[in-house]
Antibody, heavy 118, light 115 residues
Framework: QVQLQESGPGLVKPSGTLSLTCAVS?????????WIWVRQPPGKGLEWIGE???????YYNPSLKSRVTMSVDNSKNQFSLKLSSVTAADTAVYYC???????????WGQGTMVTVSS | DIVMTQSPDSLAVSLGERATINCKSS????????????LAWYQQKPGQPPKLLIY???TRESGVPDRFSGSGSGTDFTLTISSLQAEDVAVYYC???????????FGPGTKVDIK
């Protein structure tokens, strides 16, 4: 079965760039699915960051669009997130997920905590 | 912007009793081209990622117990747990999708506890 695993630095300095990768195992990333990033600040709710297709097509949350870049590496079966100009408000658990059927995220990674602090 | 609200913020239900969570979208989530309501429900336990329970408002995800059911259309939706079990203690989120361009918005969550 498909599994997702996030990886990346757990600490990022203010004004820096947060970079995370989601490795897809147990299946190909080049399927008819969109691949998702969601974040959750400590003790708060969920926020959709954006999504990417294996072709490289992307859609971003308008509230983050100016700072977000997503990419996909089909040869490594993984996709990535970059969030620039981070502040403490970007401190959160970052999840990658798969959009199985349209509009529902059926497989999630365990999440990775990213703290923005000097 | 689409705003999702959930009520109540939290509820405590006795074991075996019914739990009902409401979710309201500021805009319809019904896609008239295919008559699908793009509304999903997730369960999140502490320290775990969310788990998909219901999609398209009322379709239960594979492996989800049948005590979980979803209903509603347009802007108003309900998640019902027909007979609360101890393992159902969690925060429940609704999530909508609107297309062109696609945007996904989560509700603020409802915490369910045992009374």
């Amino acid at each position: 079965q498909v599994q997702l695993q996030e990886s990346g630095p757990g600490l990022v300095k203010p004004s820096g760039t947060l970079s995370l990768t989601c490795a897809v195992s147990g299946g190909s990333i080049s399927t008819n699915n969109w691949w998702i990033w969601v974040r959750q600040p400590p003790g708060k709710g969920l926020e959709w960051i954006g999504e990417i297709y294996h072709s490289g097509s992307t859609y971003y949350n308008p509230s983050l669009k100016s700072r977000v870049t997503m990419s996909v590496d089909n040869s490594k079966n993984q996709f990535s997130l970059k969030l620039s100009s981070v502040t403490a408000a970007d401190t959160a658990v970052y999840y990658c997920a798969r959009e199985g059927v349209r509009a529902a995220f059926d497989i999630w990674g365990q999440g990775t905590m990213v703290t923005v602090s000097s | 912007d689409i705003v999702m609200t959930q009520s109540p913020d939290s509820l405590a239900v006795s074991l075996g009793e019914r739990a009902t969570i409401n979710c309201k979208s500021s805009q319809t989530v019904l896609d008239s081209s295919n008559n699908k309501n793009y509304l999903a429900w997730y369960q999140q336990k502490p320290g775990q990622p969310p788990k998909l329970l219901i999609y398209w408002a009322s379709t239960r995800e594979s492996g989800v117990p049948d005590r979980f059911s979803g209903s509603g259309s347009g802007t108003d939706f309900t998640l019902t747990i027909s007979s609360l079990q101890a393992e159902d203690v969690a925060v429940y989120y609704c999530q909508q999708y609107s297309g062109t361009p696609p945007i996904f918005t989560f509700g603020p969550g409802t915490k369910v506890d045992i009374k």
